[in-house]
């Protein structure tokens, strides 16, 4: 079958996790998780936007709670995840909620995340498909399609000649085969994002911090 959406009956089944639910809990937790993922670091201000579903039950769902605990780095199965408003508190994170409830978004369970942290700034919008999956489809404004179903290298670069080769050639370097990979810019020599799906966790940090010296590159992130 193409385009198989779930890899082993403990998808069907759904994730072990703190509840209540699939959607609202877990799969919101992962969202929170790969936002770190990608930010790198904790930021000093998480704004969670929350549309459809989510903005209507987020509360009596535990998304809210969910979204900042993957945000600190827990899995759905965490045991402090219900306490992770003051955990996030405790550690110097502010965090606010907005939720839309009349805006229509493109799925029922969908958040926008936006972390900071000094100057730093992103922008992550990402949907749980039910059974604690999820799908990661705007990245600072790009469009993206991230959903965490293998180890994945996250890069923003440069537009400009070359830049490909030098990554491939990285993996290449450290043994590392690629599945998958999309490239996806604003505009001709404007930024790109570069998403690469590897079969592989092996030399996958050496490659990543190999890859942060190609000029070119302005970040490179690997989560599984």
């Known amino acids: 079958m193409d385009n198989l959406r779930y890899k082993s009956v403990f998808d069907i089944i759904g994730p072990v996790m703190v509840g209540p639910s699939s959607s609202h809990t877990a799969g919101a937790a992962r969202i929170g998780k790969i936002v770190r993922s990608i930010f790198g670091e904790l930021p000093d201000h998480l704004e969670i936007h929350l549309y459809e579903s989510f903005a209507k039950t987020y509360r009596g769902h535990g ?21 992770a408003p003051q955990l996030a508190y405790d550690q110097g994170m502010e965090v606010s909620y907005v939720p839309h409830l009349d805006v229509q978004a493109s799925h029922p369970n969908t958040a926008r995340l936006i972390c900071r942290k000094g100057d730093k700034k992103m922008t992550i919008t990402g949907i749980s498909l039910g059974g604690g999956l999820i799908k990661v489809t705007e990245l600072n404004g790009f469009e993206v399609s991230i959903s965490m179903g293998m180890p994945t290298f996250v890069i923003v670069q440069q537009d400009v000649p070359g830049v490909i080769a030098k990554v491939t050639g990285i993996l290449m370097d450290h043994d590392i085969n690629v599945a998958q990979m999309t490239v996806t810019r604003a505009a001709k020599g404007d930024k790109a994002i570069m998403i690469i799906e590897v079969d592989t966790t092996k030399q996958v940090n050496e490659a990543a911090e190999a890859m942060k010296e190609i000029p070119e590159l302005i970040d490179a992130n690997f989560f599984i």
């Open 63 to 83: 998304t809210d709670i969910a979204l900042v605990a993957g945000v600190l780095g827990m899995d759905p199965d965490d045991e402090r995840l219900p306490l």
